[in-house]
């Protein structure tokens, strides 16, 4: 777990400076996580890559409220495997 956080803070920086156009807020219902999952991978859909991974954390997000924290856990490892893969200059890949 220490070494996620660290890994996840980086990626979640380097996809969130280059991709401030997604509002997802306006996807969010919090009342209804599974609603808003579903809302997040139509996004997905259409999405560019950098917003495809941001998504892909709300949709961890949804698994944490809904109290299923390994899926969250499972859906942020895959996250930060995909940044990874796609961003050339992701810190300590």
Known sequence: MTL???LLLSTLSIVWS???ALDVSSLWDYANPALSEQRFRDA???ASRDDALILQTQIARTHGLRGDFLRAREALASTILA????QPNCYPC
């Open 18 to 20: 280059n991709a401030m």
């Open 44 to 46: 997905i859909n259409t």
């Open 4 to 6: 996620i956080r660290p």
């Open 83 to 86: 940044a990874a893969l796609t």
